[in-house]
């Protein structure tokens, strides 16, 4: 189903208009004019989505402030790619970073303390918790200071160090049902319903390719049920700035959910 999703590029095609304008924008010839006015017909597109009070404009101003940050570094001639956090502090924070701005959710970066992994002991005050420390490339944190959000970037540009992709994997699982454990514990006297639309997000960088998941209550049985939503290769270049559509589909995807969540 979320293969289908992603495909189809359900989220984003939900905003038929967004949608539309974003195709528009993206979809012009090279050439120098287009390339030096790039910003202020994006901006031009925001401005009538407002005129024309069409609905989600916040959608406008975020995916118009990605496709800004990315306008202004896709045409360098060349950029880190053997560096781990370089690629990740350049070409992805910014995409987060505008989404957290809109939707209320405040993220630290690069190497920040997961308290939940601490905090989801047996029995707490009683049973000692032996846990090692666990640090994120990227924390989203609610107004309550909920961990929601867990992201890792699990290599450079270029080359994968596939155990480090695997650990990081392994440490986003954690981390997230960990996190979804504790809310859980905050709803014990909340009907079951209401505890399945619990949901905590990952999301891991490994070269280029960005993937979203989801953990949440399996409503079958007592275990976690967690699923890969979306992915996506992250342009670089002005050249590439049609992919760009299948990053603003992991946006907005994440956008909507937590709407919802």
């Known amino acids: 189903m979320h293969r289908d999703d992603q495909f189809n590029i359900k989220s984003l095609r939900g905003e038929p208009a967004l949608h539309a304008s974003m ?5 012009v010839k090279d ?6 006015n790039f910003a202020f017909e994006l901006w031009k597109c925001e401005k009538e989505a407002r005129d024309a009070n069409e609905k989600n404009l916040e959608l406008y101003k975020i995916l118009g402030l990605c496709l800004t940050d990315f306008w202004g570094i896709c045409f360098q001639d060349d950029f880190r790619k053997d560096h781990e ?3 990740w502090v350049e070409r992805i924070v910014p995409l987060f970073k505008y989404l957290g701005a809109n939707d209320q959710i405040v993220f630290s970066w690069c190497e920040d303390h997961v308290k939940s992994n601490q905090e989801n002991q047996r029995d707490p005050g009683a049973w ?3 846990k090692n420390n666990t640090f994120s490339d990227g924390i989203g944190r609610t107004n309550v200071q909920q961990e929601k959000i867990f992201m890792e970037s699990s290599s450079g540009f270029h080359v994968e160090d596939f155990g480090h992709s695997v650990g990081d994997t392994y ?19 909340c009907k079951f319903s209401s505890v399945l639309n619990l949901a905590v997000y990952g999301i891991q960088c490994i070269k280029n390719r960005l993937t979203l998941m989801k953990t949440t209550l399996d409503p079958h049985s007592d275990r976690f049920q967690i699923v890969e939503l979306r992915s996506a290769s992250i342009p670089t270049t002005w050249a590439q700035r049609a992919g760009m559509i299948k990053v603003f ?3 907005v995807c994440l956008h909507v959910l937590g709407r919802m969540n």
């Open 171 to 189: 440490k986003i699982v954690e981390s997230m049902t960990s996190s979804l454990s504790i809310m859980m514990l905050h709803k014990q006297d």
């Open 128 to 130: 000692l918790n032996s």
């Open 85 to 87: 956090r370089s690629f």
């Open 31 to 36: 050439n120098d004019n287009n390339r030096a």
């Open 249 to 251: 589909e992991i946006l």
């Open 23 to 27: 195709i528009r924008i993206l979809d």
